[in-house]
């Protein structure tokens, strides 16, 4: 794949989704469709109370149908899978938004029933792409400054992508608390992805894919930005997670999530630390002020587009390295 197309799908993409922002925003106010902040969360947060949210429509939706049409249109197939992967992860992100607007809560569905759909869900792929992934879909791949190492793990390919795809998933779910935050994080880690794919020649649907993500998340930043005129909701951030998920096991690469996506790895183990030692002091101790740790430096006194800024910044330098490890240091 060529970088014209790339550039004309990234275009497609952008342009549609800005497009869709005065759709969206307008059409949930009117179902009231709103965010319901925690009450325990930084006081700064009520302020947001009633803002829109599922506009994670507006990228998914051009993220989706750009795909699957060029899919169709130049037969690049290996482009469909990421599109379902995302459609099917958006799909439970939506019902779990549709049912905390119903209730005018902040809870959607039981936790057992979010965590068997995603759970079901990351089976019925990982057995795809074990069967279906090609050959070489169980060997692991990992490119470290010049030195190369392969390591097949055989038919443990299937709870390791299930691990990758649930890991992922709530790691990109729980970035998603600050304007703009989880998108712009998310856009500079699918571009990255995609940067890889380009350079080492990789599959051309990887090689676009990412780059289509991207264009779609910076449009949606437009809206999405501080002060937030709508929020993706979990529509879009367990699709997002879905998405690099799946590309990073579609190119065999686990340094692309260890390294470029670290951001999201800290996020998620703060509040798997949070919650543990909490529950084991009794309910007395807490390692950080709250949990994700971006609300963690807001209580610290950073203001809302510092921290935005701050770990937008960090994962480009991680995505950078990330980069020159894989691709360039030989």
């Not at 949930?28 to 469709?33: D, G, H, P, Q």
């Not at 209730?103 to 068997?116: A, T």
């Not at 995603?118 to 879909?137: Q, V």
Request: charged share 15%.
């Amino acid at each position: 794949m060529n970088i014209t197309e790339i550039l004309i799908l990234m275009g497609i993409t952008f342009v549609a989704a800005v497009a869709l922002g005065p759709v969206v925003i307008p059409t949930m106010r009117r179902l009231k469709a709103r965010q319901t902040e925690r009450d325990d969360g930084p006081q700064s947060h009520l302020k947001k109370q009633g803002t829109p949210t599922i506009g994670g429509l507006i990228f998914l939706v051009p993220i989706i149908l750009v795909s699957v049409i060029f899919a169709l249109i130049r037969k690049e197939y290996g482009l469909i899978v990421p599109a379902v992967c995302v459609f099917g992860y958006g799909l439970i992100g939506f019902l779990d938004d549709f049912l905390k607007i119903k209730k005018r809560s902040k809870d959607g569905l039981y936790p057992w029933q979010k965590m068997l759909a995603l759970l079901l869900l990351s089976l019925g792929l990982a057995f795809w792409l074990f069967f279906k992934g090609g050959d070489n879909i169980t060997v692991l791949t990992f490119d470290m400054f010049g030195h190369t190492a392969d390591l097949d793990i055989k038919w443990f390919f299937i709870p390791y992508a299930v691990f990758v795809l649930l890991a992922t998933t709530n790691a990109v779910n729980l970035t998603d608390g600050l304007d703009g935050l989880c998108s712009g994080i998310s856009a500079i880690v699918y571009a990255m992805i995609s940067c890889v794919a380009f350079s080492l020649g990789a599959d051309p649907s990887m090689q676009a894919f990412g780059f289509i993500c991207a264009a779609g998340l910076i449009a949606f930043l437009i809206f999405n930005y501080n002060p937030a005129r709508i929020f993706m909701g979990d529509t879009g951030s367990l699709a997002l997670g879905g998405g690099i998920a799946i590309m990073t096991l579609i190119m065999r690469r686990p340094l692309l999530l260890i390294l470029g996506g670290l951001i999201f790895v800290i996020e998620a183990l703060s509040d798997i630390i949070q919650v543990s030692v909490f529950k084991l002091s009794g309910r007395k101790k807490r390692v950080f002020k709250m949990a994700p740790i971006h609300h963690h430096f807001e209580l610290s006194g950073w203001s809302e587009k510092r921290v935005v800024w701050t770990f937008w910044i960090f994962t480009l330098v991680m995505c950078v390295f990330t980069y020159l490890t894989v691709c360039l240091i030989r």
